[in-house]
């Protein structure tokens, strides 16, 4: 099947540091990429569609200052959590949709592992 | 305003026996329902879907129930194995967006 990967698994910073995290799809091309972040036993809360070349869709609530997306080529997409803060700890998980399948959207959403972020 | 919900966080079962799980949700406008399994350090992989318009769907040891009255869906694995231990989560469509529960994890004891 598809592979998506994230750069790094995990990362600690300091407070008031950038950190940047990388979504790569491995064996095909993305035009559509997800962000998503899920808190501790809660579920995965969608914060920006990613489309490339063009500008990221951000979810009510998520500010787009604080939360840079970027999608510059079919098989990346970062996120660059500006400005860190320990409330941006988090579990930040991407997915890239292959639309090469034709299927519904659900079910052609490839999911990275994950990057677990601690700022201290 | 979680709009999907499992309620429970874990569920532990005998391997052979059937395992249930199950996702409730509020917003009628979800059309398409989807059950995503998930390994440690692992993302999320897609596992069954059903549309609306339908109340069952199966495949292999897999079978995806839905009750639209009652606004519920739920997951059966039968027979149960240690290899189906993971968290699985339950989502729903609304258009291109997914909306996903909290997960439960599952846990097949041999």
């Known amino acids: 099947g598809a592979v998506v990967s994230q750069h790094p698994s995990r990362v600690i910073c300091k407070s008031g540091t950038s950190v940047k995290i990388e979504c790569r799809s491995l064996?095909?091309?993305?035009?559509?990429m997800f962000w998503y972040r899920q808190f501790p036993k809660k579920s995965l809360m969608l914060m920006a569609t990613s489309n490339e070349g063009s500008k990221a869709t951000y979810e009510q609530g998520v500010e787009k200052d604080k939360f840079l997306i970027n999608h510059a080529s079919l098989t990346l997409s970062t996120l660059t959590v500006t400005s860190a803060h320990p409330e941006d700890s988090s579990f930040y998980i991407c997915s890239a949709r292959d639309p090469g399948q034709g299927a519904r959207i659900g079910e052609t959403q490839y999911f990275g592992p994950g990057t677990r972020l601690l700022v201290l | 305003d979680q709009q999907v919900k499992q309620n429970s966080p874990s569920l532990s079962v005998q391997e052979g026996r059937i395992s249930i799980l199950n996702c409730d949700y509020t917003?009628?406008?979800?059309?398409?329902f989807l059950w995503y399994k998930k390994y440690p350090a692992e993302g999320p992989t897609f596992l069954i879907s059903i549309s609306s318009i339908k109340d069952k769907n199966e495949d292999g040891r897999f079978t995806v129930f839905l009750n639209k009255s009652a606004k519920h869906l739920s997951l059966h694995i039968v027979p149960s194995q240690p290899g189906d231990s993971a968290v699985y989560f339950c989502?729903?469509?609304?258009?291109?967006?997914?909306?996903f529960g909290e997960g439960t994890q599952l846990t097949v004891n041999p």
């Open positions: 064996d095909f091309q993305a035009t559509t």
């Open positions: 917003n009628s406008m979800f059309d398409y």
């Open positions: 989502a729903a469509s609304e258009g291109s967006r997914l909306t």
